[in-house]
């Protein structure tokens, strides 16, 4: 067994996991490579980190690894995704390309580092967790080194999905909303992560394993939260709110509908299909091989938290309020603008301008103000739907100082109200940044 391996190739690298230990791995003294499919979001997490730029589900095949193997020693791969659509394929990026790299790297004498999840099997409820168990398998049954680490629910001090949605609850003020209160869960701090990927390079986990990270005794959802509430300093709840269990499937065919339009939702079905089963594992292998995982209020304490993270929790869950409330403004204000064309148009043929000119300009910026409201529906286009509103308004204002100047003394501030559009526009812009 080779202990030398300090050549590392981190799959997914600039995600919440992946930057964790890219970071670890080089303060360690290991040479890191990261591999990512955006350059730019890659560029900005980990700007000193040497980068692959490629796409897992073009990966699924032996030949499509030689060159990303050849000057490494060792592939972490933290790399995933929560369930199929837009930009995700499970059985591609769980089975089909660690099938091929298992295979690759049997033949280069490249060891691999799984971070699985908890809970893994091949008869689980989700397709999330069978493509796993599949790709688990394959690397098993592969002649490369191999270890699988299967973490609970990961605690860091960033946040993205899952432990998102978490602080988001957490800041619900006054009350605290929760579902499935009663599910166990066990987490892992991030950190103790980390370390294991390090222990398994540096030969210290036997090799071709199964290990559970995950804290000793699970707690139910409910405490979980009431943790981060604290944690956050935010007031404790002055009372529980039970969401009702027959809500969920609800809740997450609407928020698998908007994942179609590319939005990353924690609440999406396979979520919810996972809480209710309990993110649980048995630590006793790792505490075998010598490793120790830290208890939630533990890795909780150890974690600085600032004002910055409350005002992230109550952000995040503003976004969607402000996300809907601004597309709804601008599609209502395109759908009015042709209900009362007339009328709208009067405004202009009052400033001296003829009547079809004035109209054919009411209705194309009825259609502008509907385009771009809809078009904030779209993860792809909500950034520039966004930077669309700021310009438009300014557009607006502009014009109308030009042509109705009368408008900014109105008693009803038609154009004064331009102004916080503007400003609601340009938060939303900086909330809707991915990472």
Known sequence: MRQDRRRVLILGAYGLIGARIARHLSAAGYQVTGLGRNRTTAQRILPDLAWHIADLRDLTAPSDWADLLKDCDAVVNCAGALQDGGEDDLSAVHHRMLAALSEAAARHDVAIVQISAAGVCPDASTAFFRSKAAGDAALLASAAPVWILRPGLVIAQQAYGGTMLLRMLAAVPFVQPVALGKTPVQSVGIDDLARA???????????????????????????????????????????????????????????????????????????????????????????????????????????????????????????????????????????????????????????????????????????????????????????????????????????????????????????????????????????????
């Not at 005794?217 to 529980?240: C, D, K, Q, S, Y």
């Not at 009825?366 to 509103?389: I, N, Q, T, Y």
Request: net charge neutral; charged share 15%; proline share 8%.
């Open 197 to 435: 990927v390090e222990a398994a390079l540096a030969g210290e986990l036997p090799e071709g394993e199964v290990f559970d990270l995950v804290e000793d005794t699970p707690r139910p959802l409910r405490e979980v939260i009431a943790a981060h509430r604290n944690w956050l300093g935010f007031p404790p709840a002055r009372m529980l709110l039970p969401v009702p269990a027959i809500l969920l499937p609800l809740v997450g065919r609407c928020a698998d509908g908007l994942g179609r339009l590319g939005w990353r939702s924690p609440l999406r079905s396979t979520a919810l299909e996972v809480l209710k089963d309990g993110i649980t594992g048995d630590p006793a292998a790792f505490q075998a091989a010598g490793g120790a995982v830290a208890s939630l209020p533990a890795v909780l304490a150890s974690i600085p938290v600032g004002a910055e993270h409350r005002m992230q929790a109550r952000l995040s869950l503003l976004m969607p309020v402000l996300l809907v409330g601004l597309s709804l403004f601008w599609i209502v204000s395109g759908v009015m603008g042709v209900v009362s064309l007339t009328a709208a148009a009067q405004v202009l043929t009052d400033a001296g301008w003829a009547l079809w000119p004035a109209k054919l300009s009411v209705l194309f910026w009825a259609v502008v103000d509907v385009a771009l409201g809809m078009a904030l529906w779209l993860r792809r286009w909500a950034g520039l739907a966004c930077w669309g509103m700021i310009f438009v308004s300014v557009i607006y204002l502009c014009s109308a100082s030009f042509v109705t100047p009368q408008l900014w003394v109105d008693p009803l501030g038609p154009l004064v109200k331009v102004i916080p559009v503007i400003l609601a526009a340009l938060t939303l812009r900086v909330m809707l940044e991915r990472r």
